[in-house]
Protein backbone atom coordinates (compact mmCIF):
# COMPACT_ATOMS: atom_id res chain seq x y z
CA UNK A 1 0.00 0.00 0.00
CA UNK A 2 1.39 3.56 -0.58
CA UNK A 3 0.98 6.16 1.80
CA UNK A 4 2.63 9.77 2.65
CA UNK A 5 4.89 10.78 4.55
CA UNK A 6 6.60 14.10 6.05
CA UNK A 7 10.51 14.10 4.54
CA UNK A 8 13.56 15.70 4.95
CA UNK A 9 16.66 15.39 3.95
CA UNK A 10 20.01 15.38 5.81
CA UNK A 11 23.33 16.83 5.78
CA UNK A 12 24.31 13.60 2.93
CA UNK A 13 21.05 14.00 1.23
CA UNK A 14 19.68 10.91 2.40
CA UNK A 15 15.80 11.41 2.92
CA UNK A 16 14.84 10.89 6.59
CA UNK A 17 11.10 10.55 7.66
CA UNK A 18 9.94 13.55 10.61
CA UNK A 19 8.90 12.49 13.89
CA UNK A 20 5.85 14.32 15.39
CA UNK A 21 7.47 16.70 18.20
CA UNK A 22 4.57 15.31 20.73
CA UNK A 23 4.40 11.72 20.30
CA UNK A 24 7.37 11.14 18.59
CA UNK A 25 5.59 8.63 15.97
CA UNK A 26 6.62 9.11 12.12
CA UNK A 27 4.46 11.46 10.77
CA UNK A 28 3.16 8.71 7.66
CA UNK A 29 -0.43 9.17 6.82
CA UNK A 30 -3.13 7.41 4.31
CA UNK A 31 -4.23 10.57 2.12
CA UNK A 32 -2.59 13.53 0.66
CA UNK A 33 -5.07 15.94 2.49
CA UNK A 34 -4.34 14.25 5.83
CA UNK A 35 -0.21 14.42 5.24
CA UNK A 36 -0.54 18.30 4.02
CA UNK A 37 -2.60 19.25 6.88
CA UNK A 38 0.18 17.79 8.90
CA UNK A 39 2.95 19.00 7.09
CA UNK A 40 1.58 22.63 7.35
CA UNK A 41 1.26 22.22 11.05
CA UNK A 42 4.64 20.81 11.36
CA UNK A 43 6.37 23.83 9.18
CA UNK A 44 4.62 26.14 11.73
CA UNK A 45 5.70 24.44 14.62
CA UNK A 46 9.41 24.63 13.39
CA UNK A 47 8.96 28.44 12.65
CA UNK A 48 8.22 28.96 16.03
CA UNK A 49 11.11 26.93 17.51
CA UNK A 50 12.97 29.03 15.70
CA UNK A 51 11.94 32.43 16.67
CA UNK A 52 14.15 33.50 19.99
CA UNK A 53 12.47 32.80 23.20
CA UNK A 54 12.83 35.11 26.37
CA UNK A 55 12.22 35.13 29.94
CA UNK A 56 11.66 38.24 31.69
CA UNK A 57 12.36 38.84 35.20
CA UNK A 58 10.67 41.83 37.12
CA UNK A 59 12.41 43.66 39.85
CA UNK A 60 11.19 46.36 42.35
CA UNK A 61 13.04 49.04 44.02
CA UNK A 62 10.25 50.84 46.24
CA UNK A 63 7.75 52.26 43.49
CA UNK A 64 9.78 51.18 40.61
CA UNK A 65 9.59 48.53 38.62
CA UNK A 66 11.58 47.10 36.45
CA UNK A 67 11.98 44.20 33.70
CA UNK A 68 14.60 42.54 32.88
CA UNK A 69 14.90 39.58 29.72
CA UNK A 70 17.34 37.55 29.10
CA UNK A 71 17.33 35.31 25.63
CA UNK A 72 17.31 31.74 26.54
CA UNK A 73 19.86 29.96 24.10
CA UNK A 74 19.34 26.63 22.38
CA UNK A 75 22.50 24.55 20.76
CA UNK A 76 23.78 25.33 17.91
CA UNK A 77 23.51 21.98 16.30
CA UNK A 78 19.84 21.61 17.04
CA UNK A 79 18.54 25.76 15.34
CA UNK A 80 20.80 24.23 12.40
CA UNK A 81 18.57 21.06 12.33
CA UNK A 82 15.50 23.18 12.48
CA UNK A 83 16.66 25.49 9.45
CA UNK A 84 17.43 22.36 7.14
CA UNK A 85 14.44 20.61 8.19
CA UNK A 86 12.48 23.85 7.00
CA UNK A 87 14.46 24.55 3.98
CA UNK A 88 14.18 20.68 2.62
CA UNK A 89 11.08 19.64 3.95
CA UNK A 90 8.34 18.08 1.71
CA UNK A 91 5.49 15.39 1.11
CA UNK A 92 6.80 12.14 0.14
CA UNK A 93 5.01 9.31 -1.69
CA UNK A 94 6.02 5.24 0.23
CA UNK A 95 5.59 2.17 0.23
CA UNK A 96 4.52 0.14 3.44
CA UNK A 97 4.82 -3.62 2.98
Known amino acids: MYYYAIVYKDV ?3 DILCQNPDTQALMIYKTKGL ?3 AFNRF ?11 YKIQYKRFL ?5 EK ?6 E ?12 LYIKK ?3 V
Open 63 to 67: WFKRE
Open 94 to 96: VKI
Open 35 to 37: CNE
Open 43 to 53: KEYIINELKPK
Open 70 to 75: TLIHKP
Open 12 to 14: AGF
Open 77 to 88: YLTTLQKRMLDT
